[in-house]
């Protein structure tokens, strides 16, 4: 049994608006095993957490670890060479036409091996708990084909099992049609062969598609969704991030637990998201990156949807894991405050991917997991950006990482 005591704790509560953290000052947490049994004010500690094992928190900020819940963790190969060009003007199509964009990303990833794709993803992860990050979304995706796409699982499979970082895989086989096949023959592929292998296998909790004009369809999206359902996988989704193609309606009426990007979103899906309870999930790393236009987080936040935010980490449109980077942009091109945006990769990121009952919020029966940020508030935080802010960071009970 460990206590941290000394510390200013931001709870991130379920409850209350986006922007209420639930301050306490002067506050102790103890956990035993990997799960939070008191939360309160040193004045109200029970005598019998006295002289336990006991972390000083010098007054420092604990949040809840941090989630990020929409990354493309494993891939081959970078897209460093697209980057002048796109700076410079030329178009995303032109680059794609010519076998760049996300081919160039699944040819690197196809040549990879599996050994090669996962040491290079724990490499990832190794720097993200050092940044707070205590649960990862992992997609698939840069596969495109039956064999390539188990690869990326698989991958994801052995990382949940072979470090402290929380996995959570998402296929994505409908992430592009790949080269040399039609889209009737690659949609097929997907709903009678990758799906029911991912589910044979438990390999994936979600199922994923990219819903958008340079993607699929919402006709061509609907009968992958509706197998993934009848398979037992839970849905998120892609959508309206280079034009309305009323993506987030589907992802309402398909029972999406999240709907990502949203940047075109129309006021229509904002309240058809607010009706089914689909989370938004914001990547303004991937705005920054492509010169696209943010989204409107106000305009959902205001409507009373629930706003998560990620890194989008992929090699080509975000090519960072910074959380707390991605955490910062939330505030000047999204226009959340920063409150809003730390329960935006906590509760919210938790919300995104079902798991609210056991992460996300520091509350008793809980996982064990905070950071321990190095900052006086948390408007500091973000406003004074720094490489890295965290001292500590405790994943179900253990400390994986100290400054």
């Excluded at 336990?52 to 010098?58: E, F, L, N």
């Excluded at 009737?184 to 062969?193: A, I, P, Q, T």
């Excluded at 998201?273 to 959902?300: C, I, N």
């Amino acid at each position: 049994m460990i206590k941290i005591e000394n510390i200013n704790l931001a709870q991130c509560l379920d409850s209350g608006t986006q922007g209420e953290i639930h301050l306490m000052k002067d506050a102790v947490v103890v956990w035993d095993g990997n799960l939070i049994e008191w939360v309160g004010s040193k004045s109200e500690l029970p005598k019998k957490y006295k002289n336990i094992q006991t972390v000083d928190g010098q007054k420092a900020l604990l949040l809840p670890g941090l989630i990020d819940c929409h990354t493309h963790l494993a891939f081959g190969g970078w897209r460093s060479d697209e980057f002048g060009e796109r700076v410079a003007g030329v178009p995303y199509a032109e680059i794609t036409a010519r076998g760049g964009g996300i081919s160039s990303t699944v040819k690197a990833t196809r040549a990879a091996t599996e050994d090669d794709l996962y040491s290079r993803s724990y490499n990832f992860l190794e720097k993200m708990r050092e940044l707070g990050v205590t649960t990862v979304e992992c997609k698939s995706g840069y596969g495109l084909s039956l064999d390539d796409e188990m690869k990326l699982l698989r991958v994801y499979r052995r990382l949940g099992e072979s470090q402290p970082l929380r996995i959570v895989p998402t296929f994505l086989g409908a992430h592009l049609v790949p080269q040399g096949t039609t889209r009737e023959e690659y949609c097929k592929l997907v709903v009678d062969k990758m799906i029911p292998e991912v589910t044979k296998n438990a390999l994936a909790e979600f199922c994923d598609v990219f819903v958008d004009e340079h993607a699929f369809s919402v006709e061509e999206a609907a009968p992958i969704v509706a197998k993934a359902k009848e398979c037992g996988l839970k849905i998120k989704l892609h959508v309206d991030q280079l034009s309305n193609g009323k993506g987030a309606e589907f992802a309402a009426e398909c029972g999406a637990i999240s709907a990502d990007h949203l940047e075109y979103i129309s006021e229509e899906g904002i309240q058809a998201m607010k009706r089914s309870g689909t989370v938004a999930v914001s990547l303004p790393l991937a705005t920054l990156y492509t010169f696209q236009k943010p989204l409107d987080a106000r305009a959902l936040i205001d409507a009373g949807v629930d706003v998560a935010l990620a890194t989008d980490f992929n090699p080509g449109s975000a090519p960072s894991y910074h959380l707390p980077l991605a955490m910062m942009l939330g505030c000047t091109l999204n226009r959340m405050s920063p409150a809003e945006v730390l329960k935006a990769v906590t509760i919210k990121a938790a919300k995104a991917l079902g798991k609210i009952d056991t992460i996300g919020s520091i509350e008793v029966g809980k996982k064990a997991d905070f950071v321990l940020i190095g900052a006086p508030s948390i408007d500091h935080w973000m406003y004074h950006f720094t490489e890295n802010a965290n001292r500590l960071t405790v994943i179900n009970g253990n400390i994986v990482f100290k400054a």
